[in-house]
């Protein structure tokens, strides 16, 4: 099997899309990546699935569909032990979609209060789905642990970035350079994972 000349990233994410275009570009120069944003019309797919699988192959098979293309998408979550199912898979939902992250990671520092760093841990879970014309959908996950930090920190990445705390890097997500981030996220883990089986496909 040949690569592909092109594969849609499927969201309508802006900054979620250049991460994921930042890092694939790289591996694969020959590639073109485009977004969701460059087919008029496109649909944004209802996050109905109760895992993230389920979810990323909702976005993917639905992008596919539309364009035709080899469509990749992902599901991400927050996953906090000190408030077991409160996130997850429904972290972007997390006190309603239309609360700022701002807000939700206010309200979670509420929550946690008074919790102590032992029992603060955390891990960002990520699948990605590739959906393709005729073919089975395939999927690829990786967890990135920490735990969630006293209060936000950082400029950088999007999301519940400022408030997940990294040990091994001391700072949060959010402090780091998008390349450092690339390193050890959750969506660099996956990506790298999809870019080893993309290789093998040629």
Same mark, same amino acid.
């Given at each position: 099997?040949?690569?592909?000349?092109? &594969?849609v990233i499927?969201? %309508?994410?802006a900054k979620?899309?250049?991460?994921?275009?930042?890092?694939?570009?790289?591996?694969?120069?020959? @590639?073109? *990546?485009?977004?969701?944003?460059?087919?008029?019309?496109?649909?944004?797919?209802?996050?109905?699935?109760? $895992?993230?699988?389920?979810?990323?192959? &909702?976005?993917?098979?639905?992008? /596919?569909?539309?364009?035709?293309?080899?469509? #990749?998408?992902?599901?991400?979550?927050?996953?906090?032990?000190?408030?077991?199912?409160?996130? !997850?898979? %429904?972290?972007?939902?997390?006190? !309603?979609?239309? $609360?700022? *992250?701002? +807000?939700?990671?206010?309200? &979670?520092?509420? =929550?946690?209060?008074? @919790?102590? $760093?032992?029992?603060?841990?955390a891990r960002?879970? /990520?699948?990605?789905? #590739?959906?393709?014309?005729?073919?089975? $959908?395939?999927? *690829?996950?990786?967890? /990135?642990? !920490?735990?969630?930090?006293?209060?936000?920190? !950082?400029?950088?990445?999007?999301?519940?970035?400022?408030?997940? =705390?990294?040990?091994?890097?001391?700072?949060?997500?959010?402090? #780091?350079?998008?390349?450092?981030? %690339? +390193?050890?996220? %959750?969506?660099?883990?996956?990506?790298?994972?999809?870019?080893?089986?993309?290789?093998?496909?040629?």
């Open positions: 099997m040949s690569l592909p000349d092109r &594969i499927a969201t %309508h994410n979620k899309a250049k991460e994921m275009v930042t890092i694939l570009s790289g591996t694969f120069p020959t @590639i073109e *990546f485009s977004t969701l944003e460059e087919f008029p019309g496109a649909p944004e797919s209802e996050e109905t699935g109760e $895992t993230y699988q389920e979810n990323a192959a &909702i976005k993917a098979e639905s992008a /596919c569909k539309f364009t035709g293309l080899w469509s #990749l998408a992902d599901d991400a979550g927050l996953e906090i032990d000190a408030l077991p199912g409160e996130l !997850g898979v %429904h972290s972007k939902r997390f006190a !309603g979609e239309d $609360t700022s *992250f701002k +807000e939700k990671m206010r309200l &979670i520092l509420l =929550w946690m209060s008074g @919790i102590p $760093t032992e029992k603060r841990s960002f879970q /990520c699948t990605i789905a #590739l959906a393709r014309p005729n073919e089975k $959908t395939v999927f *690829f996950d990786a967890t /990135c642990e !920490g735990r969630i930090a006293e209060k936000p920190s !950082g400029k950088g990445g999007f999301g519940y970035d400022p408030i997940f =705390w990294l040990d091994e890097r001391d700072c949060t997500m959010a402090d #780091l350079t998008a390349e450092q981030k %690339h +390193e050890i996220s %959750h969506r660099g883990k996956v990506l790298r994972e999809f870019s080893k089986w993309l290789s093998k496909q040629s």
